[in-house]
Nanobody, 123 residues
Framework: QVQLVESGGGLVTAGDSLRLPCAAS????????IAWFRQAPGKEREFVSA????????NYADSVKGRFTASRDNTKNTVTLQMNSLKPEDTAVYYC????????????????WGQGTRITVSS
């Protein structure tokens, strides 16, 4: 059973940067596609980013493209979401998700989920 643990959330000011690590255990990490989703209060969970097995392919939501960067270290079983130029609309709970086979932008494609970490961006 794959377990995912996010960390790094907190309260920041607009324009700040933040790094969100997601640590995985219980499976062969290099066989997992990892994605980030977020859920703002009163809204549906939405896709943020995905990164392929080796990290060679990434995908981003238009709302974060150019500001967020996903990377992975398969030797440390960790994926990191680097978030720059944060905006108040980035305020949400951020979830790390994983799947062995599917690289997509919908939450239904991912089998494993972390508990989430909250980010609040003040203006």
């Amino acid at each position: 059973q794959v377990q995912l643990v996010e960390s790094g959330g907190g309260l920041v000011t607009a324009g700040d940067s933040l790094r969100l690590p997601c640590a995985a255990s219980g499976g062969t990490f290099s066989n997992l596609i990892i994605a980030w989703f977020r859920q703002a209060p009163g809204k549906e969970r939405e896709f943020v980013s995905a990164i392929s097995y080796s990290g060679g392919t990434t995908n981003y939501a238009d709302s974060v493209k150019g500001r967020f960067t996903a990377s992975r270290d398969n030797t440390k079983n960790t994926v990191t979401l680097q978030m720059n130029s944060l905006k108040p609309e980035d305020t949400a709970v951020y979830y790390c998700a994983a799947d062995r086979y599917r690289f997509g932008t919908t939450k239904e494609k991912y089998e494993y989920w972390g508990q989430g970490t909250r980010i609040t961006v003040s203006s």
